[in-house]
């Protein structure tokens, strides 16, 4: 069997659910919740042999949080907070695509690299966190996702990604952070 160099190439996008999880040393904790924001990507697939092939997307993805915190001007009162991380990555996966004319699944999973863009605080008075992020993040992504031939929708997809970090974006000796989010896009393949 030969390799496919280049099957297709495309775009994607939709909404993030980002969140991140705060550990501390302590008992303490941060409850924190889902924060929405944009990704949208590019993407190359190729060296496809049988029902396998590789999935190369360079994606820029909102992430965060959001919360609420004790305040600091208005004793007793709680104000809202809203980080945003915007990032560039990098994803390679393999991609395994089950048969079908109308409708093929398929699943796919792989190592990400996160490069900090922009990150502000939004209100969030532990800035400290916030300035301190690391420049880089490194995960996975995976999920399951379906091409679309129907009618003149042609090469359309829809995809469910999970992308957990590997490591902490900020790391000191009471605080470790992570990230982590659910998309949902959609994309045309050509």
């Known amino acids: 069997m030969n390799a496919q160099p280049l099957k297709s190439f495309g775009i994607k996008g939709g909404i993030t659910l980002a969140n991140q999880t705060w550990s501390y040393s302590t008992s303490t904790t941060l409850e924190t919740q889902n924060r929405m924001g944009t990704v949208v990507g590019l993407f190359v697939e190729g060296f496809r042999v049988s ?3 590789m999935l190369a ?3 820029y993805t909102q992430k965060g949080f959001k919360t609420t915190i004790p305040s600091v001007s208005r004793p007793g009162e709680m104000e809202s907070a809203a980080p945003q991380l915007d990032y ?3 994803a390679l996966s393999l991609k395994y695509k089950f048969p079908g004319d109308v409708l093929s699944p398929y699943l796919f999973c792989g190592p990400r690299w996160d490069v ?3 990150a502000e605080k939004r209100g969030f008075k532990p800035a400290i966190v916030v300035n301190k992020v690391g420049n880089g993040d490194l995960g996975v ?4 996702g379906s ?4 009618g003149i929708f042609k090469n359309i997809l829809a995809e469910i990604r999970f ?3 590997l490591i902490n974006t900020f790391q000191d000796d009471t605080l470790s952070v992570k990230n982590n989010s659910i998309e949902f896009v959609v ?4």
């Not at 091409?147 to 129907?150: D, K, L, P």
């Not at 994309?187 to 050509?190: P, Q, T, V, Y």
């Open 51 to 53: 029902n396998f092939s």
């Open 57 to 59: 997307e360079l994606w």
């Open 88 to 90: 560039g990555s990098l």
């Open 116 to 118: 900090l863009g922009i």
């Open 141 to 144: 992504s995976g999920g399951i």
């Open 147 to 150: 091409e679309f031939n129907v």
């Open 163 to 165: 992308s957990p970090s």
């Open 187 to 190: 994309g045309i393949s050509f």
